[in-house]
């Protein structure tokens, strides 16, 4: 213990434990939500904290320290915390300040200079019982260390207010179209909208044009939402300490905020909203985030170049939005991920090349749209432990894209659309689907061998493939048995073989081979024996053989084989004549001689 030690409870100790420790280690919580915490080892009184101080020191200092579980208490925090400790851990006997002691005065209270602030502060009064409005110009409010109900600054002259011993604010702390206002300083606040343990309010800071800087570096909880919008001069934004939000907390519109911190933010009840700051660079300082329940959006970022963070998600109740951001090249976080239930949506973003992230993520119980990423190339280091995927993966409109095979060990997968993916050349991805719940869409691709889902048993929904000007074969599908829509392989300009479909016997809907100039025969298509719908086979001008297709003996609706002109009439009429049962007509014309 250092003879000139400065490090006291009150000062230090209190502070970092509050904001580390009490998330788990509470006598407020108890199973599941102490995350494992012993249920005697709670550290929200000084007592408890004492009792334990040798497991503290020994869990959370030192060399190799183990707590908190995430990490995240800097070097020098933890040595002082060791100091403490070694100098007896004292507390009890230590002058709490002015706030120690609270007198309260009853009721609503509107201060409109500082004359009125200092008359408040004129006897022992040191807190408020009620909500407080401050309406005049700069005002420093010395005395004040609690306000249980709302906290509001609506000033027209206010250039700067000071709250140097304000710790709490039981209801909703508005800032809100403060005209001249450039600094809110309140030093010492550890939490806004509690009431006791109950969340009560939130903390809203909008339309204030030339306040420059929020830092607030106790802030530990909001009860209800963290808005921080249209702040025209807004340029730092630090709520270091801020470990819970129970709300949605949406930072949007501050058009030169460039410096954010919260790293150590770990739980946001509500969506969580990044939306339209163009000069935010970085969101490094979300990594210790673990749970977001609701919706999840990085919008309108022009200025971030890649989304590194987040890396301790464990839990997402809500969609994933990652879009609109102009200067964004690499999507490389999300590595905590194991489960998701609802949807993430990549799109938008003009200049993405890769997406490395979600490395972890098992189980998906939504979509994932990926479209309009002009160059995004490869999806080759993300989605690599995905094994059930109960929604849609949905490939639109991204012309550079020609690598997916971060997509290699699904199992189960609801849908799969690859569209307007002129680079996509190599369709290997997929190959360990054992079952297709939705449909399956492939349309004007580059790919030149199509491989799909060899080990897939059924197709819930349909099969298009169609306007893929490269494609040469149509392989895979050998295990499926049915197809529960309809079947479309239409306008493929250089498919020359259908060697798919091996065990296909039942198409619950339409079965369409159209307009493939260069189709000469539906080579694995064997077992096909029930159409429900219609049976088309239009316009294929080299085909020449269909004897594959003898197998088929019942269509529900019409039998159309027609201007097929390499294709014997005679084979034409004798495919139609095997049909035993056709629910509508039946059709067979300008076919070959």
């Known amino acids: 213990c250092p003879p000139d030690s400065a490090v006291t409870w009150h000062n230090h100790a209190k502070p970092l434990i509050d904001t ?15 995350k494992g915490a012993p249920t005697d080892l709670n550290f929200d009184t000084y007592e408890g904290v004492y009792k334990y101080r040798e497991r503290i020191r020994a869990a959370a200092t030192g060399d190799s320290p183990r707590m908190p579980p995430a990490g995240g208490i800097i070097d020098i925090d933890r040595e002082r915390l060791r100091e403490w400790i070694n100098c007896g851990a004292d507390g009890q006997g230590e002058d709490p300040g002015l706030c120690g002691t609270l007198v309260s005065q009853q009721g609503s209270v509107t201060i409109d200079s500082q004359a009125d602030a200092d008359s408040f502060c004129s006897g022992e009064t040191n807190a408020i019982a009620g909500d407080l409005s ?37 209801g909703e702390l508005v800032l809100s179209d403060n005209s001249a206002l450039q600094a ?10 509690f009431d006791g343990t109950t969340p009560a309010g939130g903390l809203t800071i909008t339309g204030n044009p030339v306040l420059t800087a929020i830092d607030w570096p106790w802030l530990k909880d909001v009860g209800g939402g963290y808005l921080v919008s249209d702040n025209q001069g807004l340029a730092t934004l630090k709520t270091s300490h801020a470990v819970t939000v129970s709300g949605p907390l949406t930072i949007a519109s501050n058009p030169v905020l460039d410096d954010l911190n919260l790293e150590r933010l770990r739980f946001v009840e509500g969506d969580l909203t990044i939306d339209d700051n163009p000069l935010l660079s970085s969101l490094a300082s979300t990594a210790s985030l673990e749970r977001v329940g609701g919706d999840l959006s990085l919008t309108n970022l022009p200025a971030l170049i890649e989304i590194g963070g987040f890396l301790s998600v464990e839990e997402q109740l809500g969609d994933i939005e990652i879009g609109d951001n102009a200067g964004l090249t690499l999507i490389d976080g999300f590595t905590a991920l194991i489960l998701l239930s609802s949807d993430i949506f990549i799109h938008d973003n003009p200049n993405l090349e890769l997406v490395n992230g979600f490395q972890h993520l098992e189980e998906m ?3 994932i749209e990926i479209h309009d990423n002009l160059t995004l190339e490869r999806i080759n280091g ?17 012309p550079q894209l020609y690598d997916i095979n971060g997509f290699e060990v699904i199992a189960d997968l609801g849908s799969l659309t690859l569209v307007n993916l002129p680079s996509l050349v190599d369709s290997a991805s997929f190959e360990t689907v054992a079952a297709v719940a939705g449909s ?10 199509l491989e799909l889902f060899e080990t897939a048993l059924s197709i819930g929904g349909d099969v298009r493939v169609e306007d893929n000007g490269d494609l040469e074969a149509l392989t895979g599908f ?16 250089s498919m020359q073989g259908l060697a798919a479909f091996d065990s296909l016997a039942t198409v619950n809907g339409d079965f369409t081979v159209s307009d493939n100039p260069l189709l000469e025969q539906p080579h694995q298509v064997t077992s096909l024996a029930t159409v429900g719908g219609s049976f088309r086979l239009n316009d294929n001008p080299t085909l020449f053989s269909v004897s594959q297709l003898l197998t088929l003996n019942a269509v529900g609706v019409d039998v159309e084989i027609t201007g097929n002109t390499s294709l014997p009439a005679a084979d034409a009429d004798a495919l139609a004549a095997g049909i035993a049962a056709v629910g509508g007509t039946v059709t067979v014309s300008g076919n070959g001689p």
């Open 365 to 367: 119980h939504g979509d």
């Open 478 to 493: 050998a295990q499926a048995t049915v197809v529960n829509g309809e079947l479309r392989v239409i306008n493929n300009s």
């Open 20 to 34: 580390w420790c009490t998330t788990c280690h509470t006598s407020l919580l108890a199973g599941e939500a102490r």
């Open 440 to 449: 399956v869409e492939v349309q004007n691709t580059g790919v030149v061998l």
């Open 184 to 193: 809110v300083e309140a030093p010492e606040l550890t939490d806004i909208g």
């Open 134 to 170: 401050i309406t005049g110009g700069d005002i420093a409010i010395d005395c004040l260390c609690d306000v249980s109900g709302d906290f509001s600054v609506a000033s027209s002259g206010a250039t700067g207010i000071v709250l140097p011993e304000l710790l709490h604010v039981g």
């Open 382 to 398: 993300g989605f690599v432990n995905l094994v059930t995927m109960d929604g849609e993966i949905a490939l639109r409109d991204n």
